[in-house]
């Protein structure tokens, strides 16, 4: 009689866990979380390739629009030293034309 013992009878106490099928589970077991832990790791690996890529695009978008914004900027202050110019010019002319005009009439009552 075993006495309760849930032993095979080919079981001895000290050899209980090392059944060539008790051995195949463990072996089993143990290859399924080698996988788990190398999926672990490639799911990782991934996942740092893919954040550094953003990080990566994110750095080239922020670049390339501190490069726009200091494009748009210089054609904002060139666009507006010409219409000063232009306003300049502009009175200018409405003077010449003021001269010019009163000139004539000079000549005209003078004639």
Known sequence: SNFGNSLSPGDTYGDRGTSPSRMRINQLGQRL???QVGL???KNVKSEFFETKIRQIDD???KNH???EEKFKLLKDQI???QEGM???IIAREILDERKTKEIKLVENNI
């Open 33 to 35: 979380q080698n996988l």
């Open 40 to 42: 672990d790791s490639e």
């Open 60 to 62: 080239k978008i922020t």
């Open 66 to 68: 501190q490069i726009s």
């Open 80 to 82: 507006g030293k010409l």
């Open 87 to 89: 306003a300049t010019e």
